[in-house]
């Protein structure tokens, strides 16, 4: 019996009851999955037409969309469909090629196309390899397709979006024909880059110079928050069209590819990434849990996580109990000091320039190097080509070796003599001050001391200057560094894309050491019209040996990177030549949370 209390109370309690039941009838909305990753740079910028440094390709390769992309478990390397319905088809002579686009496939939601998606079309991707002509934009890509598309000689003399080349053809919607004035092996290649990585028209005109921070693309992740060079938030893109699923897998991969097999990317749902610049920072910031993976552990600081008892890389046993995983890697990648040749202390082409340059090649300890800084996680460079690059030839030997006595002789033959000091001079009496940048962080600190003593064994005077590695980039870009140790990563595996560092038509974008010597020139032109081959080695191996004669580099080292990932970090396989694997990897939240983790 209800009482006049109760009945007050009922409508109430009725409206409870229906709060509570629908509450308990909702689903529970899940856990974000949060991949956390780290840059060892900042960003320079977003444009794919425009970057070239490692921290801001890592980002585009996320944001922006090409035509192919490299398989992630074949081995070795191969290119497949991305944008595509298949791979492109290419007529008998090998030089026109046809490209099929997916619909359905749309630009991020933008205010250049008045807050909506954009569906990307053949005119899109036509549009994206016209911009790296655009003298305007300096693209440091263009040599990829500069003199290659029929036609596009009209884009040098006098560039126009308007201006159509029967190199580059919109057949219809969805269907991009390119031809070639001759076959490139590598062209497949260069359309698996994130220089390639479709561009909006509409985009590009409203941001302008711009775009850069703007970034508008298609890709597994869209742009979040975004606090330069500090911070950077991706969002999973729910409109991506790639499911995963492998044709070629290397025998030891496929487990995973059955763990993927058919999976929406990306797997999880954002990625914070975090630049640090200090090594020790990161691998604390890692040890704390911080950071999900470390890929190519700092050399100063691989004490903290490798054995050093071990003469192989092993992982401490501490960290092995904590179910954390080691993957020594090696890297297609190249360490080089570079010095600029239209400099007046250290470039030039005389006997007295390349003796100077030489002098400094054959002080230089690679064998310390490898051992002290590197803890052993790397191969003395022969060439510019790292193992397993298409060319690269395992009998080569520098003929430039650490020689103390001959670097010293070679010096005062040519007249660089000491001074009241102790330091040399240059030929003509004047003081010879040579500088080199460096970037102030603490392998560059201890990069600095090694380059110190080797100038310091030749009574050669340097002064350091350090900056931001995006600043020292921009600076060699405009011939305004005399030397500076840098590295390139493989944007495809062949040696075409290390010997172009070098070819004079690249002065002013990659060739920051503007080396332009007709005798190099034209075999590097001879071996872009050829297919990997004996011929073809030979030809680098003969521009090697003009590398070593010139000396516009010291060539230095191929990193072995030591790769550590936490237990909860799961699809975890580092690619030879993409820059990142983010939209594979998946999150264990349950591991990632468990009390034993958040304990430590």
């Known amino acids: 019996m209800l009482t006049p209390t109760m009945n007050r109370f009922r409508p109430l309690a009725a409206a409870l009851f229906l709060v509570l039941a629908h509450a308990a009838a909702a689903p529970v909305s899940a856990e974000p999955k949060v991949l956390h990753a780290l840059l ?36 070795p390397v191969k290119v497949r469909p991305n944008a595509l319905v298949a791979m492109p088809t290419v007529d008998a002579a090998g030089t026109t090629w046809t490209f099929r686009l997916k619909p359905g496939m749309h630009f991020a939601p933008d205010a250049a196309f008045d807050g909506k998606p954009r569906e990307v079309t053949a005119a899109d991707y036509l549009y994206t390899i016209q911009r790296l002509y655009d003298p305007a934009i300096k693209s440091p890509w263009l040599f990829l397709f500069e003199g290659k598309l029929l036609g596009d000689e009209v884009y040098k003399d006098r560039f126009s979006y308007a201006t159509a080349i029967p190199g580059l053809k919109v057949v219809d919607k969805y269907t991009l024909q390119i031809r070639l004035k001759q076959p490139d092996p590598g062209f497949l290649f260069y359309l698996a880059l994130p220089a390639t990585g479709v561009v909006a028209r509409e985009a590009a005109e409203k941001y302008g110079t711009q775009l850069g921070n703007h970034p508008v693309g298609s890709g597994p992740f869209r742009m979040g928050e975004w606090k330069r060079s500090d911070r950077i938030t991706l969002v999973a893109n729910p409109d991506y069209h790639q499911r995963f699923h492998a044709d070629d897998v290397a025998p030891e991969n496929r487990a995973l590819a059955a763990a993927l097999e058919g999976k929406r990317l990306p797997l999880v749902d954002q990625v ?63 360490y080089y000091m570079w010095m600029n040749m239209e400099n007046p202390v250290i470039g030039g082409y005389g006997k007295d320039k390349v003796a100077l340059r030489r002098a400094i090649a054959l002080a230089y300890d690679g064998a310390e190097d490898v051992a002290l800084l590197k803890k052993g996680l790397a191969l003395p460079a022969q060439t510019p080509l790292p193992p397993n690059v298409l060319g690269y030839d395992p009998a080569y030997r520098s003929p430039v070796q650490h020689n103390l006595p001959l670097a010293r002789a070679l010096l005062d033959r040519y007249g660089y003599k000491p001074g009241r000091d102790g330091y040399r001079t240059q030929p003509d009496g004047t003081p010879l001050l040579l500088t080199m940048h460096s970037e102030p962080s603490m392998v560059g600190r201890l990069r600095d001391e090694l380059w110190r003593k080797t100038f310091e064994n030749l009574k050669l005077r340097v002064a350091f200057k350090t900056d931001k590695k995006t600043e020292i980039i921009k600076a060699s870009r405009l011939g305004n560094v005399m030397m500076f140790e840098s590295n390139w990563q493989a944007d495809f595996p062949d040696g075409d894309n290390f010997y172009q560092l070098l070819y004079g038509g690249n002065v002013g974008r990659a060739n920051y050491a503007r080396f332009n010597l007709p005798a190099y020139n034209v075999r590097y032109e001879a071996a872009q019209k050829m297919a990997d081959s004996p011929a073809r080695t030979k030809l680098y191996d003969e521009m090697a040996d003009l590398l070593h004669a010139y000396n516009p580099w010291v060539l230095l080292t191929h990193p072995i990177s030591a790769d550590i990932r936490q237990p909860w970090l799961k699809n975890y396989k580092r690619h030879p030549v993409e820059f990142t694997n983010w939209r594979y990897l998946d999150i264990d939240l349950s591991q990632r949370n468990s009390p034993a983790k958040m304990a430590r």
């Open 272 to 334: 914070e990434v975090k630049i640090m610049e200090e090594y020790q920072s990161r691998v604390l910031g890692y040890l704390n849990g911080e950071f999900d993976f470390i890929e190519q552990v700092p050399e100063s600081m691989r004490d903290l996580v490798l054995d050093p008892a071990s003469p192989a890389p092993v992982l401490k046993k501490e960290l092995a109990r904590r179910g954390m995983v080691l993957e020594p890697f090696p890297v297609l990648q190249t």
């Open 40 to 75: 060892s740079t900042g960003e320079t910028g977003l444009d794919p037409a425009v970057a070239s440094d490692l921290a801001s390709l890592s980002l585009l390769e996320n944001l922006f969309d090409p035509m192919l992309r490299y398989d992630y478990l074949a081995r």
